[in-house]
């Protein structure tokens, strides 16, 4: 399958903005949150203008306090900046540091003009999170514990961020898309399912439909075959 | 940022340039924000406000003649980028629609030129209403009677349901902060100090700041040093100002966080672990001397200025020391206090026979410690001097 270059680039701004992510302990949610203000960013603008890599240390400091997580600038400064140049020396406090500050600083209010201040999200991750307390309820307790299905639908969720999934679809669908797919992976099925009318997450969702589901499942699986195509 | 000269340098994008920008041809003042509107659609009318929040101003849109408020977003502690407390005001307003909260309209920016150097003002665009409640009763002319304090304080308290019930603390709740329309209908304002609020979780308690709710609206708890608290410190402002319906003037004026608590005790009696069995947990209670063998006397010294009843039986139970025994929004709302004759009333008819604009700001300050209602039994509560006639600005 052939992807755009604008997707590739994303991707592989998405995946720096994990890992910075992760060195500066950024919480899922907040982490999110900083994928879908790039995601929107750039939805919106094209990557020949603006700098990608300057719009997603930005987006890792505002989501960080727009989650009330908030970070220190000079950390987030320092932390993208070693995770992006890996075989050059640490930033030292030097003009650089101070220009790099500041480029932060302003592209901050750039984007949340750019963005009209709308920079609270409705992600799939407290829907998940429901969901998956539900279901378990429904499997023998034996059975649940030998299957990873939290985890893998969790590694989903974070994976999903990579493409612009959640700006296409609504969250609660992409959670039941999700929890369909785990549970496809690990070849199980919703106990009783056969003999109910209506299918299980019509219970979560009612106005999701099969068609819905698929859509999402084949944008996840894009994004898995969109790596492989990016160079690591 | 490669598109626009002020953003400075990126030195992020691939390492290959560290400096970039400079060398397009756009230019920052040129660009368009299609999605945030610049602030020379209003035409600014006059001052209203004036605080550590910053300046608000009455305004117009020049289009369609909306009045509106201004509030500019202070930048002075530019250091750390977009003010995170600007930023939570502007995410809960988003969050937050209701009839007795402030409509946050939009945000508009002054252009970004060599002349603030390259930094756009930020302005959050309200709805205006004509009052606040700080203004209305500082002027003697503007009388209440029972059934428009009772609608007043049912708005108030329906206001507070509503954003508790989303998990957000106002946090600082004052007569100022309390918007009124010639309609008659009442706003919770000022969210600057406002933030969400979660449920403790099981051993962590939460750890938010104490520094927050004007000193003289301040519950003891805060005073005491608590930093997990929850909506009931915005009951007891609501206590406050409810009993300044009456009084007029704000009930206990202290001139120090430990005069504050001295003024609380000689209202609400001693506080001590009888009445507050779990206060012995701050560090504070030990090491104040708090007033000992104070009684609880808020019926008895409000009765001069309350006469009914059902409003000092609510007064006493929004003026909980223990906040966990204070009432909580939804139960006030139940009070037979909204449901006995006379009933809430509409405001509109009383304010239509004031032409001005009443705002706090505009009124004479209101200086602290200036009559403060404690160990007066027969002393007026009266605000400090007050001039009608400085009510000037006029609103139709």
């Known amino acids: 399958m052939a992807f755009t270059t604008e997707s590739r680039v994303n991707f592989r701004v998405v995946r720096f903005m994990y890992e910075a992510g992760q060195r500066l302990r950024l919480e899922s949610v907040p982490l999110a949150t900083a994928a879908v203000i790039y995601h929107k960013f750039f939805k919106e603008n094209s990557l020949h203008d603006y700098d990608p890599y300057t719009i997603a240390t930005t987006a890792i400091y505002l989501a960080g306090k727009v989650e009330e997580q908030q970070l220190k600038l000079r950390d987030v400064v320092n932390v993208c900046y070693r995770t992006l140049h890996k075989s050059k020396p640490p930033l030292e406090m030097s003009d650089k540091y101070w220009a790099l500050r500041d480029s932060v600083a302003s592209c901050e209010l750039f984007v949340l003009r750019m963005m009209n201040f709308k920079v609270v999200f409705d992600h799939p991750h407290r829907y998940l999170l429901h969901y998956l307390k539900f279901i378990k309820d429904w499997f023998e307790p034996y059975r649940w514990e030998d299957l990873p299905i939290a985890r893998t639908a969790w590694a989903l969720l974070r994976d999903c961020y990579h493409g612009s999934v959640t700006l296409k679809y609504k969250p609660d669908h992409i959670a039941v898309a999700i929890l369909y797919m785990t549970l496809q992976c690990h070849g199980v099925d919703v106990p009783y399912h056969y003999q109910s009318d209506t299918p299980w997450w019509k219970v979560f969702t009612e106005d999701a439909t099969i068609g819905n589901l698929k859509d999402i499942m084949s944008d996840l699986i894009d994004i898995y075959d969109l790596e492989t195509s990016v160079q690591p | ?396």
């Open chain 2, 1 to 396: 940022m490669q598109r626009g000269g002020g953003e400075g340098a990126s030195g992020y994008s691939g390492g290959a340039h560290p400096t970039s920008g400079g060398h397009s041809s756009y230019r920052y003042e040129d660009l368009e924000f299609p999605f945030c509107e610049d602030s020379g659609k209003y035409e600014k009318l006059a001052k209203i406000g004036q605080g550590t929040f910053g300046e608000v101003f009455k305004a117009r849109d020049r289009k369609t003649k909306r009045l509106v408020a201004m509030k500019k977003v202070l930048m002075e502690n530019e250091k750390e980028g977009f003010p995170i407390t600007a930023l939570r005001e502007i995410k809960i307003l988003q969050l937050l629609r209701h009839e007795n909260v402030v409509d946050l309209i939009e945000i508009c920016r002054t252009k970004a030129s060599q002349y603030n150097r390259f930094k756009s003002t930020f302005f959050l665009i309200f709805e205006f209403c004509e009052h606040d409640l700080a203004g209305l009763l500082s002027n003697a002319n503007v009388k209440f009677n029972l059934g428009e304090i009772k609608k007043v304080m049912q708005q108030l308290l329906n206001g507070l349901y509503f954003i508790h019930s989303n998990k957000i603390l106002h946090r600082d709740m004052k007569a100022a902060n309390i918007l009124i329309t010639k309609h008659g209908v009442l706003k919770l304002a000022d969210f600057g100090l406002a933030r969400a609020f979660s449920v403790q979780k099981a051993g962590q308690p939460n750890k938010y700041t104490n520094r927050v709710v004007t000193l003289w609206y301040r519950p003891p708890e805060l005073l005491l040093g608590e930093r997990n608290y929850g909506p009931p410190i915005d009951m007891w402002g609501g206590g406050c100002i409810m009993a300044e319906m009456w009084t007029r003037a704000p009930i206990m004026q202290g001139k120090t966080e430990q005069n504050q608590l001295q003024l609380i005790s000689q209202l609400c009696g001693s506080i001590t672990k009888e009445v507050w069995p779990t206060v012995d947990k701050f560090d504070l209670f030990a090491q104040l001397e708090l007033p000992q063998g104070q009684k609880r006397k808020v019926k008895e010294r409000l009765k001069a200025y309350v006469k009914d009843q059902y409003a000092l039986d609510l007064l006493d139970k929004l003026l909980t020391l223990d906040p966990s025994k204070r009432l909580d929004s939804d139960s006030a709302l139940n009070h037979d206090f909204f449901w006995t004759d006379p009933m809430p009333s509409d405001l509109s008819e009383m304010l239509s026979q004031h032409k001005t604009s009443m705002f706090e700001f505009l009124a004479p300050p209101r200086r602290p410690g200036q009559r403060p209602m404690p160990h007066a039994q027969n002393q007026n509560i009266q605000r400090p001097t007050h001039n009608p006639d400085l009510h000037v600005e006029r609103v139709y």
